[in-house]
């Protein structure tokens, strides 16, 4: 298994612009999560999935911040606008189901910098 | 769910085993203790996970005291690819399914040679 793939490794994005990332969680993965990381703040969950519905999203930070997983297989993540306090390492993870015990298999994160 | 405390840092002599403790005096009944370790550019990575006994896998040691306030994560021989921070999570379980992951601080662990 490939694991949790994020795409794109590294974004450098003018700020005002419109910045996509993207994830395809484990096959089988029913629950899918987005979290943020950065050095003030630590590892932060921005939103969860469970079998492609979001369930809880008041961690994201403003209306800037929108989430999607119109299939099983793939979620993205969009700011719009990007402002550059949103620059930090975004990770997207995935579970059998939310509440799985064995944990969650993170992918290696998208690095975000608005300049 | 009930908050830990960890030290923000650790050294561990290269071969010697690494004890990382966690206090967690307010985990309640239903909660798992959760161990997690992020090294330096990935994601974090799941190592073990408990509830009141001792768990061991291929990775580490997990010791929860008996009256679960607090536990120790050991890594038997520690090597310098085990550099990381370490997260001890504590994870409500809603009769199984369990609350979600959020991450505290954890504790920077080097691996000297």
């Known amino acids: 298994d490939a694991g949790v793939i994020q795409s794109p490794r590294h974004e450098v994005t003018e700020m005002g612009q419109e910045v996509t990332l993207r994830c395809k969680p484990i096959?089988?993965?029913?629950?899918l999560f987005w979290y943020r990381q950065t050095m003030m703040r630590g590892l932060e969950l921005l939103i969860y999935?469970?079998?492609?519905?979001?369930?809880?999203d008041s961690g994201m930070p403003e209306d800037r911040f929108s989430a999607k997983m119109p299939n099983a297989s793939f979620s993205t993540l969009k700011i719009q606008p990007s402002e550059p306090r949103d620059s930090a390492v975004y990770f997207c993870?995935?579970?059998?189901?939310?509440?799985?015990?064995?944990?969650?298999?993170f992918g290696s994160g998208t690095r975000l910098t608005v300049v | 769910d009930a908050k830990t405390t960890q030290p923000p840092s650790m050294d561990c002599a290269e071969g010697r085993a690494a004890n990382l403790p966690c206090n967690h005096s307010t985990i309640s009944g239903n909660e798992y203790v959760y161990w997690y370790r992020q090294i330096h550019s990935q994601g974090p990575q799941y190592i073990i996970h408990?509830?009141?006994n001792n768990e061991t896998n291929e990775m580490a040691s997990l010791i929860i005291t008996e009256d679960r306030k607090s536990s120790t994560l050991i890594l038997p021989h520690a090597t310098l690819r085990d550099t990381a921070v370490y997260y001890c999570?504590?994870?409500?379980?809603?009769?199984?399914?369990?609350?979600?992951?959020?991450f505290g601080k954890g504790t920077k662990l080097s691996v000297k040679p």
């Open positions: 096959s089988g993965h029913n629950s």
């Open positions: 408990g509830l009141k």
């Open positions: 993870a995935s579970s059998l189901r939310q509440g799985a015990k064995n944990g969650y298999t």
């Open positions: 999570i504590v994870r409500v379980d809603y009769g199984g399914s369990q609350g979600n992951l959020i």
């Open positions: 999935f469970n079998n492609n519905v979001p369930i809880d």
